[in-house]
């Protein structure tokens, strides 16, 4: 039998020596920290971005009617009269004053005598009414619905 026939003997080359084991699985369990960091981060992340994506947006609409008696809460000689721009009330179909958040006072420079569908003071109280809006309105008061009159 010839010398190269022979089984060849593991020499300490091709051995892996202890500290080659060590380094490799040192290798593997910092490649596998790296990893298991990388995803935990990713899912942080995905949790915290955009603040959960949801944007609440709030927009006034009028679309509430109100019937408050057959004059939609005023007196009679406003129950179909008139705005400054010349729409005519209809005491069945007015927003309520919640609906349109109606307060008694201007908000930037906006009020209801500036407004076109303000009715003026018919009986000397100081208060008017709104074409589009039930209930007595004061001339200093403003609503969502406000538009400019421009006549
Ligand atoms: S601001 Fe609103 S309540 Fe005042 S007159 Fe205009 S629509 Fe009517």
Do not use: H
Not at 23 to 40: E, S
Not at 54 to 73: D, K, V
Not at 75 to 88: F, I, K, N, R, V
Not at 89 to 94: A, G, K, Q, T, V
């Amino acid at each position: 039998m010839r010398d190269d026939e022979r089984t060849p003997r593991r020499d300490a080359t091709t051995r892996p020596t202890r500290s080659q084991e060590t380094r490799d699985t040192g290798r593997t369990r910092r490649r596998f920290i790296w990893l298991t960091g990388t995803a935990a981060m990713a899912g942080l992340a995905g949790c915290s971005g955009g603040g959960g994506g949801a944007t609440e947006t709030t927009t006034a609409t009028a679309t509430t009617t109100q019937s408050s008696g057959s004059t939609g809460g005023v007196p009679e000689a406003y129950a179909t009269a008139t705005s400054l721009d010349g729409t005519q009330r209809n005491p069945d179909s007015l927003s309520s004053q919640e609906a349109v958040s109606y307060q008694d006072e201007p908000k930037d420079g906006k009020q209801c005598s500036t407004c076109r569908y303000y009715i003026e003071d018919k009986n000397g109280d100081g208060v008017g009414a709104c074409a589009i809006v039930a209930g007595e309105i004061a001339p200093e008061g403003y609503c969502v619905s406000y538009v400019e009159y421009e006549g």
